[in-house]
């Protein structure tokens, strides 16, 4: 059984603003309105700013029904994989792949899916004939993945909706587990973990991002790392139970800091989504005169809605007539960007620099730019995100002004991307000041000549 958590929503990287109903109750009841306003699941959404969070997860929102509890182990493959054909005919991801060409891909798939015993393996096989259509925000989450727990997140905020964590945002690299990032504020965050680090077990089982951590929050924890192919690295942590959304929103504040680079001060922002308020956008633009130029960190985490990001780096979308985009921030930017800069973030970094408003350092985005169409929670232990509209940079990745690689495993926490980016700010600084400095000269600014 499925039920639609977000149906017909438009997009995540439009400027609809969708903002967590715990920062800002009712301007959030306003805004899922407008978002929500043709779904016929908006009143179960809109409960999340109500403090009745779980009913918008738990209950079907027709007649208020509980939802039946069904986990993959309960229905198999077979069963699941219909359920998500089902829920996919009934979204506009039929149309963007192309109907005949969907019907092609999961005939050659469908085997493959059918016969997977794991919910682990099922995802994984999904996954893989999603991808193949070539749209983005077609995907399915487990609830071993960090994107499932942030959607209860952003929608719950009840106990149910939290995990065990520590603070790391890893990836899977050719089948293991890497440190990918470190959330500030978190328990990982000034410790003795390090991006790079892989991940091998917790309490001598084999780590896996969410149930590795299961029951192990308040207590003392032993986690085993490889900090490179002949190190490896024992600690103790005591992992702690939160809502997910709300730890990322809290990094994104206690990442804002001021770096000291060549005599300059370097505003430096992690934007591990662009979900949430914005307020960190607003910090920023209080520390401007205090900064000579700011580093703005895209590389991990999620998109979200790019209205606030878009008025912060180029400009408001409705300037008063006859002047042009007013950006809050006007100070020089390089923004670090690699293959988890993505939706509404590429959007952001596509017209900023049209706009010769910042310069890109890193690795090239994935071109992930369809907006989210909707979401479908499927069973109990699942999620389908669905596509909605392609923009133009779908499947188009953009290239970085700079081309830094970055080695993720066994990386010993070096960050070159990170020293890239303050050499070219620091040049970017120096020229502004080269030129305003120029146009302040008499020679630059001679006296009109005698009539």
Known sequence: MHRTLV??????TQHSRWTHASAFPSYAARSLARVLR??????????????????????????????????????????????????????????????????????????AIES?????????????????????????????????WHMRGLFGSGKEDEIEHIGIYPQKIDGRWFVRGILEGSLA???EIRVGD???????SPYAPITAFHGTAGRPTQIRLRRRPDLFVNLEVIPRRELLYQVMQDAIQASVRVMEHESLRLAYL???????????????????????????????GLGGTMDRAMHFLVGPDDPPAGSPP??????????????????????????????HRAVLVGEPTPGHVTSVGGIEKIGDDALLMLPGHRFHLEGKPTQPDYLIRR?????????????????????????????????KSPAANPPPSPR
């Not at 149906?7 to 995540?12: I, Q």
């Not at 004939?129 to 499932?148: I, N, P, R």
């Not at 005169?289 to 895209?298: E, I, K, R, T």
């Open 326 to 355: 007013s950006p809050q921030w006007h100070k020089p930017v390089v923004v670090l960007v690699a293959d988890g800069t993505r939706s509404a973030k590429e959007l952001v970094i596509d017209a900023a620099r049209k706009a």
């Open 189 to 191: 965050d000034g410790g």
């Open 7 to 12: 149906r017909h929503c438009p997009s995540m």
């Open 270 to 300: 992690h934007g591990w989504t662009l979900l949430g308020s914005g307020s960190e956008f607003d910090t920023l633009v209080n520390m401007q005169d205090d900064v000579d130029g700011l580093l703005l960190d895209w590389r991990d």
């Open 407 to 439: 080695e993720i495993r066994h990386g010993n926490g070096a960050d070159p991307q990170l020293v890239a980016a303050k050499e070219v700010l620091a040049q970017l600084i120096k020229d502004r000041a080269r030129r305003s400095s120029s146009a």
């Open 38 to 111: 043709r779904s016929t699941f908006a009143a179960a959404l809109l409960a999340t700013t109500s403090g009745s969070a779980s009913v918008a997860w738990a209950q079907v929102a027709q007649g208020g029904r509980p939802l039946e509890r069904q986990a993959f182990h309960d229905v198999g493959a077979r069963a699941r994989f219909v359920e998500i054909l089902n829920v996919a005919a009934s979204s506009n991801a039929p149309n963007l792949v192309g109907p005949s060409r969907w019907s092609t891909l999961v005939a050659q798939h469908r085997e």
């Open 116 to 148: 997977c015993r794991s919910h682990e393996s099922f995802a994984a096989a999904v996954n893989r004939l999603l991808h193949d259509t070539g749209v983005s925000h077609f995907t399915y989450h487990t609830d071993e993945d960090w994107a499932f």
């Open 198 to 204: 892989e991940l091998i077990s917790v309490d001598g």
